[in-house]
């Protein structure tokens, strides 16, 4: 009863900021934006974070390889988001697929950059040519010094308002609530 009324009073108080066709426009512009930084690149390495990250990595290397000839290796970076430090990061890549490459770091929102920083420690052993981070949304409340090199939306929020993004079935898009 109680979940109930929460969704009830959630969906009521909720914002639309983008919608379907409106992501799609921002990962395609942010491909562009990978594209012309790799103008000379063969390939490079896009990281999704969990799963929202997973799901925006896979949609902006269909991007990417629609508009060039580099080719994209994808790959599924694993962390607690609550609890980034009790447990391995987990990537289902070997170093040598990644070392001396572009790595493309992919999530949905930036908020405290604690998911971003402890995604981008793993790399920080093996050497790249570059690392960077590409988020949908960035809410530009950092308390870690991590800033996002693509961004699909800046948006000024307070501390207590809550961007929820849904990537899959009904109600896609971004919402404000």
């Known amino acids: 009863m109680f979940l109930g009324l929460f969704y009830i009073c959630f969906m009521a108080t909720r914002s639309k900021i983008l919608n379907t066709q409106e992501i ?6 942010l491909a562009w934006q990978v594209y012309e930084k790799n103008l000379y690149e063969k390939d490079i390495v896009i990281v999704g974070i969990s799963t929202r990250g997973l799901i925006l990595a896979k949609q ?6 629609a508009i060039s000839k580099i080719k994209t290796k994808l790959a599924h970076l694993n962390l607690d988001k609550d609890n980034p430090y ?41 050497p790249l040519k570059r690392l960077a ?15 996002a090199d693509y961004v699909g939306l800046s948006l000024a929020t307070t501390l207590q308002e809550y961007i929820s993004v849904i990537l899959e079935g ?8």
């Not at 902006?60 to 390889?65: D, F, G």
């Not at 981070?133 to 800033?147: G, S």
């Open 133 to 147: 981070i590409m988020v949908l949304i960035d809410r530009n409340h950092n308390r870690y010094p991590v800033k």
């Open 86 to 126: 009790g447990k391995e990061v987990d990537l289902n890549l070997e170093v040598t697929e990644y070392a001396n490459k572009v790595v493309v770091l992919v999530d949905d929102v930036l908020n405290s950059g604690k998911t971003l920083m402890y995604a981008a420690k793993h790399f920080l052993g093996t």
């Open 170 to 177: 009904d109600g896609q898009g971004v919402y404000l609530s």
């Open 60 to 65: 902006l290397s269909a991007h990417i390889n």
């Open 24 to 29: 799609n426009q921002k990962l395609n512009r």
